[in-house]
DNA sequence: TATTTCGCATACGTATTGTATGTCAACTCA
DNA sequence: TGAGTTGACATACAATACGTATGCGAAATA
């Protein structure tokens, strides 16, 4: 008790968090009700307006929070690989797999870039694509991979792994599917590396 | 003058569509009102309901339209190329372009999988990716390529033009985008390719 | 302790949606 | 051909959810 006052702001702002994110989570974003949202939080759309300044605003938080955990669960996962390459498929890997969680796809997938747009004009911008971008060009000073402009192929490989997700959530067997996926996606990597055939 | 009933219910089903694609595409499906959006076809929500039944139908509609329009836009560029690569890569090519429009890019890449979910569920399933699909299937035949999950692939290689042409469009200069993402798309489907160094 | 700040609740007006009902033209069939 | 039926579409209504304007009370400040 006896908290100071930012403390409580602190909190209510975090129940409104976890209470949007539980709600956008199950419901999608379009059909969350923000009385029935603040309701959860033990609150009312006045604190919403006052701390978020709307529905979207809430959004933008609640994003703004997964991919932080997003992103501390990529760099923990990556700074394991022995290789650059190894840390890179990976974190893919790990990548492919967070984001066929529900929470994730919904939110992040789905509502998301229909409410805010283009997920690269993101406020804290997309952390994920960003962390590709490096990879690649650290592979490229390293000089195991073919020269690209590593923001358009952090793009195309960021989207691929998304497309994926999508499928892998919605179909009959994940399992099946992610490995699927997953054994695609290294063919697709393997463009990347130097001795490769050239065609016009 | 004179029609017969089919026609003008064919008619009036037209104009609902015709509208609801430019109000779509200009101000995005929630904020789409359908008072506005069947006024501006000369007709009122009762037509609406009567014929899609609500708005998310309407937007299946405007969907359908839109895709079929893509596939017939695809195959024409398929059957030009003199190899089955070919097509296939000019196929995706153009599909990159077709993507970034901004018609395309609101409707079908965000306001369709938010509301409508992924759009590999969709009811007249998302043309492109099959026709990606066939194009590998068809390589692999020919012994072009490597043998891979042709759905996985094309979720993957489908997900990677998504993603890029979503970049592409939001970004300054949308030309120079376009060329970096191609030279990095082609560099990834080199991967595809048989003779290639293979990596644990 | 008087005053101000501001975190949050309450109250209100409005916009948009879905449904229930009504109407009139076009088709059917004797 | 004309009475009956269907159904395409409009109108009317009710419910929901949103944004804003306002109010209150506790903490911060002096």
Not at 12 to 20: F, G, H, P, V
Not at 125 to 144: D, F, P, R, V
Not at 154 to 160: E, K, Q, S, Y
């Amino acid at each position: 008790m006896a908290q100071k006052r930012e403390d409580m702001i602190a909190e209510t702002q975090a129940k409104l968090i976890k209470s949007a994110r539980e709600s956008f989570a199950q419901h999608g974003f379009a059909e969350s009700c923000m009385d029935d949202l603040t309701a959860e939080a033990g609150l009312t759309r006045g604190a919403l307006y006052h701390h978020f300044g709307g529905k979207k605003g809430l959004l933008k938080a609640v994003i703004q929070q997964i991919e932080e955990e997003m992103t501390t669960r990529l760099s923990a996962i990556k700074s394991k690989g022995p290789t650059t390459w190894d840390a890179f498929i990976n974190g893919s890997i790990a990548y492919l797999n967070m984001a066929s969680e529900p929470e994730i796809q919904r939110i992040i997938l789905l509502d998301g870039p229909a409410v805010l747009g283009d997920p690269s004009q993101w406020p804290r911008k997309n952390c994920c694509i960003s962390s590709t971008q490096l990879s690649i060009e650290k592979l490229m000073e390293e000089g195991a991979i073919q020269r690209v402009d590593s923001l358009a192929m952090a793009r195309l490989i960021n989207g691929a792994l998304l497309g994926a997700s999508l499928w892998i959530a919605n179909t009959d067997d994940p399992q099946a599917a992610s490995r699927k996926a997953v054994d695609s996606f290294l063919v697709l990597m393997s463009g990347l590396l130097k001795s490769n055939t050239t065609f016009s």
